[in-house]
């Protein structure tokens, strides 16, 4: 019960934001960076914990761009992956990967000066730009789920004696 408490007081104190900073509604947030998360956490600073949830999807997919156009020291399974790519896929994510890497440049300079303006137009330029960023990773993903797929069945129909 306490839980939904905290989270509709979340809610509520976001909207309030929103609606004085023009930033998306909470649930389009939510719903791409998963934000529920913040209601956990007691804070002066609510923009600032949102961006802090924000940037943890967004790392987690540097790192995975990273590992598909880098896989030197990559799990094997990333191997498999490489191989399926085409070279419009691997452009892609070299877009994908300079936005991402973007971000986090952004919220170094935004940690170390930090201001309410540049946390607004940070959490709106990440919103807008992962829309497109979401369409792009569709495309590569369902090349990535193609390949991974063709795999599996040359495995399948190997040696049978």
């Not at 930033?23 to 600032?48: G, H, Q, S, W």
């Not at 890497?101 to 952004?106: K, L, M, P, V």
């Amino acid at each position: 019960m306490e839980q939904e408490k905290s989270l509709e007081t979340l809610k509520k104190e976001y909207a309030v934001l929103a609606r004085k900073h023009k930033l998306p509604t909470f649930d389009a947030l939510n719903r791409d960076f998963e934000i529920e998360k913040v209601y956990e956490r007691e804070t002066d600073y609510l923009l600032r914990e949102i961006r802090k949830v924000i940037m943890d999807k967004v790392l987690g997919y540097l790192r995975f761009t990273e590992l598909l156009l880098n896989p030197t020291n990559a799990p094997l399974f990333f191997f498999g992956l490489v191989r399926s790519m085409g070279m419009d896929d691997k452009k892609t994510l070299e877009k994908i990967y300079a936005r991402l890497g973007e971000f986090e440049i952004d919220v170094i300079d935004l940690d170390n000066d930090y201001s309410w303006e540049n946390e607004v137009k940070f959490v709106n330029k990440v919103f807008k730009e992962w829309q497109d960023i979401k369409s792009d990773l569709k495309g590569v993903v369902g090349s990535l789920r193609s390949g991974w797929n063709q795999k599996i069945e040359k495995k399948d129909k190997g040696y049978a004696g």
